[in-house]
């Protein structure tokens, strides 16, 4: 597998204020070259065995392979849920500039 290679992980938290300061450790952290913090959206799921109902706002967060470790680690760490959803999908195909960006953001955390 190539450690460069773009995922897209995708995240959610359950207020605004959760979700910018989790975007902005990400990034900061060079864990992910950039995070979006979506409009709020209603999540229905079951939990304990009950139906639950939850307002969240969503992160579409991108990074690469090699970086994922690290990402996931943060992302347990900043994450306020016991069970957070924490999904990566990789990127098939993108404009290669954009992508290189992001690879290049990952890349040089550790001379940040």
């Known amino acids: ?35 979006n913090v979506l409009a709020e959206c209603q ?3 079951r939990w304990e065995s009950k139906l639950e109902h939850a307002t969240e706002v969503p992160l579409l ?3 690469t392979r090699g970086v ?5 680690e943060a ?8 069970l957070p959803e924490i ?7 993108g ?3 954009y992508l290189n960006w992001v690879v290049q953001e990952t890349q040089t955390r550790n001379q940040a």
């Open 87 to 93: 999904v990566a999908v990789p990127v098939a195909a």
């Open 95 to 97: 404009l290669p500039d």
């Open 43 to 45: 999540s229905v799921y």
């Open 1 to 35: 597998m190539n450690g460069n290679e773009v995922l897209l992980v995708i995240t959610n938290l359950p207020d605004r204020a959760t979700a910018e300061r989790v975007a902005e450790t990400l990034v900061i952290q060079r864990v992910a070259a950039c995070v």
């Open 68 to 72: 994922y470790p690290e990402l996931e």
């Open 75 to 82: 992302l347990r760490k900043a994450h306020p849920y016991e």
């Open 61 to 63: 967060i991108k990074t």
